[in-house]
């Protein structure tokens, strides 16, 4: 499955972004999908995850800023996020999980990171 995570940028505190993550489509049906976030220097946590079924979980810090939804039609998911801190700050990264419908074998999937820099 290749990923593909778009929209990282520069950003003022207070300010949004909206980051995408597509998914190739083949014999594979995506089950879930997450966004993690790396730090500098610091190790990668979960940010936020959705279900096939539309579930969403989130960490505490970005609850209430940052909703992630998820297109299933074109195996896409979507990271809005809002009232940006200088904290937010890392490489995001998208990760979906997949289910081979041939072999029924799930794989662990990442795309490359895109960078979130939100400046004071």
């Known amino acids: 499955v290749q990923l593909q995570a778009f929209g990282g940028g520069l950003v003022q505190a207070g300010g949004s972004l909206r980051l995408s993550c597509a998914a190739s489509r083949s014999i594979f049906r995506i089950v879930g999908m997450t966004w993690y976030r790396q730090p500098p220097g610091k190790q990668r946590d979960l940010v936020a995850s959705i279900s096939i079924d539309g579930r969403t979980n989130y960490a505490d810090s970005v609850k209430g800023r940052f909703s992630v939804s998820r297109d299933n039609s074109n195996n896409t998911v979507y990271l809005q996020m809002n009232s940006l801190k200088p904290e937010d700050t890392a490489v995001y990264y998208c990760?979906?999980?997949?289910?081979?419908?041939?072999?029924?074998?799930?794989?662990?999937?990442w795309g490359q990171g895109t960078l979130v820099t939100v400046s004071s």
């Open positions: 990760n979906a999980v997949a289910l081979n419908t041939i072999t029924n074998h799930y794989s662990n999937n």
